[in-house]
């Protein structure tokens, strides 16, 4: 029987050697020393070595029937075991060949092995025909469970290296799911696939594939959350699998910045029994409940010692430091006060969850139920008709968001009106008390986590934004490349913590300062922001201050505190403050913001500003309307100076027109080599350039003599234009009149009174 090996890259076989004398059952590669393992149905293991060209360098003889696996202690590489059909599991180690001990204990053949990765348990596992599995102590050399449930041989074991998980697959076509710290079977799954053969999982993630007789499955274990909490302080407690750590970002070995990994040290807590799936602490952080499938334990935050432990289906905090509540069964939930009994509530529906903070809150089927922790026997305060997943509070206790699937809703929490209703000993309404709470708002936001600090509500969405909610309005403190999970805000720090899968802690800052100044504006306490909170923020958040004060209508005082240029033109210009507009666009030198300056000059009646931005801003055409709405000759002079230079001749045109300067027009239209409208116009208003303007017509059409040539010269054929010279005798006549009444001009902002000298004719 041979072994075949190929390049993994190209697929290309590379090597074929005689292994063993009977059928191969399996194959196990060292993840260190270049050696392969080789189980044979003749009763051997042999040891080969690819840095040798695949030469055989030990072979391992013992079994007294097939030897069925072969797999490497992942804890000590030099050690590995083997199981057979002699119903034994052997371990060996690479200095001998004869085995180190043999396990024994099962009643038939052993058809699979594998080791425990995770933690410090010497545990082994093994499948055999028998249709058990056994977990071994390769320690004590002792079976410390026997795991039964299979119809049939077990085909292939695995302890899960990422959950608590074990797993085992059958020739009864079935895969169960055990508790690795119970030994508790969790589920049994069922494809339809015939018998099951082998087990593979993904490295890093809860992805597990089966190979069966017709085909094969991926599954996915388990839910793809991160289990973690963070204190004010800034302390992290969270797990991984089943084990539990610390860190402490007042720890960080660098300089924190936006959004890099923050290197912090770690401290071992210890293993929890069973896999967590909560972690929290409670209202002033000094206790920490774990929570696992059907259990809680109380730890104290700092020494992580045991406060208080028992069973539950879901576990929340109250709203006093040793309150909380547990979820006994779908319809009881047993309440606690200083970590002692305090009462039992029996649900008139199926609770799905509960959630936790200043109320008690029940999410039923279609809708949710808030209960006051005091008066869970006068019934719900409120009822309302949403599943949401998750329930956050803020501190006061004031402000609510129910986070549902699709959107999250903001409510305002009127306890003085619940209070009232409550001391009035009236039977509180099947829909509680309508005034409890305030519908502020609904945002179309998909959230996956939240928190609240003050009256501003953080969060992370779908599209991997962090974004905070305040006062009507979203905005966006970060983009996250990957998924991340948030633990929460750090007052001291002014930072937005978050960690993703692999413990990789990242922060965004976040001046508290700047937070506590949009409360204040939200409240309408304005004197107060002023005074007391705006000297605090600092000079680079102004602007970001400045733009919330914009959208919340305070346009003066967001004028008064931007440090943006460019927000500030925009405010100076809703605000219609000419003279800072106009320090604006003097400094950023922006013919747009001139012109838009120059425009609403132009509505005040400030002419002269108005001029002066409209030449910064190079608005011609707003000039024109300028200078020929007041009557400005000098003003349109200089225009068609200046339109000319800058090659609008159209504005240089109408300027020269209506200085009536029909020389000035005529050379417009030459210089834009506009040669036929310039004889045209010659013919009409000049007509003393009208042979200069058709030589120059005839000289620019060139080769095109035969055209030029229909094209007549007064000078040539004056017989064709027998008024000419009647029209240049008026000419004459009238450049030697001298006007019979001035044009004056009021300057006046308010109105202008014009003088027009009567129009001459021939």
């Known amino acids: 029987m041979c072994c075949r090996v190929y390049n993994f890259n190209t697929m290309e076989k590379v090597k074929v050697f005689e292994a063993h004398q009977d059928y191969i059952r399996a194959l196990a590669v060292h993840e260190?020393?270049?050696?392969?393992?080789?189980?044979?149905?003749?009763?051997?293991?042999?040891?080969?070595?690819?840095?040798?060209?695949?030469?055989?360098?030990?072979?391992?003889?013992?079994?007294?029937?097939?030897?069925?696996?072969?797999?490497?202690?992942?804890?000590?590489?030099?050690?590995?075991?083997?199981?057979?059909?002699?119903?034994?599991?052997k371990v060996w180690n690479l200095t001998s060949t004869m085995p180190n001990f043999t396990l024994e204990g099962h009643e038939k053949g052993v058809n699979c092995v594998e080791y425990y990765t995770g933690g410090d348990k010497p545990y082994l596992i093994s499948g055999s025909d028998d249709r058990t599995a056994?977990?071994?102590?390769?320690?004590?050399?002792?079976?410390?469970?026997?795991?039964?449930?299979?119809?049939?041989?077990?085909t292939c074991v695995m302890f899960h290296p990422n959950l608590p998980l074990i797993i085992t697959g059958s020739e009864d076509e079935s895969i169960n799911i055990w508790q690795t710290a119970t030994y508790r079977l969790e589920s049994t799954l069922?494809?339809?696939?015939?018998?099951?053969?082998?087990?593979?999982?993904?490295?890093?993630?809860?992805?597990?594939?089966?190979?069966?007789?017709?085909?094969?499955?991926?599954?996915?274990?388990?839910?793809?959350?991160?289990?973690?909490?963070m204190d004010q302080n800034g302390k992290i407690v969270l797990a991984q699998t089943t084990e539990i750590i610390q860190m402490n970002v007042k720890t960080a070995v660098d300089e924190i910045?936006?959004?890099?990994?923050?290197?912090?040290?770690?401290?071992?807590?210890?293993?929890?029994?069973?896999?967590?799936?909560?972690?929290?602490?409670?209202?002033?952080?000094?206790?920490?409940?774990?929570?696992?499938?059907?259990?809680?334990?109380?730890n104290t935050a700092l020494a992580w010692r045991p406060k208080s432990f028992g069973q539950c289906l879901e576990f929340v905090w109250g709203n006093e430091a040793g309150g909380y509540a547990v979820l006994e069964n779908r319809r009881t939930i047993k309440l606690f006060k200083n970590f002692k009994p305090k009462s039992t509530l029996q649900l008139p529906v199926e609770a799905e969850t509960i959630f936790g903070g200043p109320l008690l809150c029940v999410r039923a089927e279609d809708s949710v139920h808030f209960?006051?922790?005091?008066?869970?026997?006068?019934?719900?305060?409120?009822?309302?008709?949403?599943?949401?997943?998750?329930?956050?509070?803020?501190?006061?206790?004031?402000?609510?968001c129910l986070a549902c699937d699709t959107s999250f809703f903001l409510l305002r929490f009127n306890r003085e009106a619940v209070q009232e209703a409550l001391d009035s000993g009236a039977e509180l309404a099947e829909d509680g008390i309508e005034d409890a709470f305030e519908l502020l708002e609904e945002v179309d936001e998909r959230l996956r986590q939240g928190a609240w600090i003050g009256d501003c509500f953080l969060f992370t969405n779908r599209s991997q934004r962090l974004n905070y909610y305040i006062g009507g309005e979203t905005y966006t403190l970060a983009v996250l490349d990957r998924p991340m999970y948030l633990l929460g805000y750090v007052p001291k720090e002014n930072r937005v913590f978050l960690v993703d899968k692999e413990r990789n802690v990242v922060s965004y800052q976040l001046f508290l300062s700047v937070i506590e100044y949009q409360t204040a504006i939200v409240r309408g306490d304005l004197e107060g922001a002023q005074l007391h909170i705006l000297p605090r923020v600092p000079d680079s958040h102004r602007s970001k201050i400045a733009r919330f004060l914009d959208a919340q209508g305070h346009k003066k005082i967001a004028l008064e505190v931007s440090t943006d240029d460019e927000h500030i033109f925009e405010l100076a210009i809703q605000l219609k403050n000419l003279d800072i507009a106009q320090e604006i666009a003097q400094r950023a030198k922006s013919p747009a913001k001139w012109k838009l300056l120059g425009d609403l000059a132009i509505q005040h009646c400030r002419f002269e500003q108005a001029a002066q931005a409209l030449k910064q801003?190079?608005?011609?055409?707003?000039?024109?309307?300028?200078?020929?709405?007041?009557?400005?000759?000098?003003?349109l002079v200089e225009l068609a100076q200046m339109a000319q230079e800058k090659g609008k001749h159209n504005v240089a045109f109408m300027a020269h027109y209506l200085t009536n300067n029909m020389e000035g027009c005529l050379n417009v239209l030459m210089h834009s080599h506009r040669m036929p409208q310039a004889a045209l116009f010659a013919r009409s208003y000049c007509p003393q350039f009208v042979s200069p303007a058709v030589h120059q017509w005839k000289k620019e059409l060139g080769t095109t003599t035969k055209i030029a040539t229909c094209i007549a010269d007064p000078a040539e054929f004056p017989n064709l234009f027998p008024e000419l010279q009647a029209q240049l005798q008026t000419t004459d006549e009238l450049e030697n009149l001298e006007p019979t009444h001035e044009m004056e001009v009021a300057d006046s902002d308010t109105e202008a009174v014009v003088a027009a000298t009567p129009e001459a004719g021939p």
């Not at 005091?374 to 949403?386: E, H, S």
Request: hydrophobic share 35%; with cysteine; glycine share 8%.
């Open 617 to 635: 801003g190079q608005d011609f055409n707003g000039l024109v309307l300028l200078y020929s709405s007041t009557n400005d000759q000098q003003g």
């Open 257 to 298: 910045q936006d959004g890099e990994r923050i290197t912090l040290p770690t401290k071992d807590l210890g293993t929890a029994e069973n896999l967590p799936k909560k972690l929290e602490h409670n209202l002033n952080g000094q206790f920490i409940a774990l929570v696992s499938e059907g259990e809680y334990v109380i």
């Open 32 to 89: 260190q020393l270049p050696y392969v393992f080789s189980a044979s149905d003749d009763m051997t293991i042999k040891l080969w070595d690819w840095s040798k060209d695949w030469n055989n360098t030990m072979i391992f003889e013992g079994h007294t029937h097939y030897v069925m696996g072969v797999v490497f202690n992942p804890k000590d590489p030099n050690t590995f075991a083997t199981a057979s059909l002699d119903q034994t599991v």
């Open 371 to 400: 209960y006051d922790w005091d008066a869970v026997d006068r019934g719900p305060i409120r009822k309302i008709a949403a599943s949401p997943k998750t329930v956050y509070w803020n501190e006061n206790a004031e402000l609510c």
């Open 134 to 154: 056994r977990v071994w102590d390769y320690q004590t050399k002792s079976c410390i469970q026997t795991l039964t449930g299979h119809t049939h041989n077990i």
């Open 190 to 229: 069922d494809y339809g696939l015939e018998r099951v053969w082998t087990i593979a999982v993904q490295p890093g993630t809860n992805k597990v594939a089966f190979g069966c007789d017709k085909g094969s499955v991926v599954i996915k274990l388990g839910k793809d959350t991160f289990v973690s909490s």
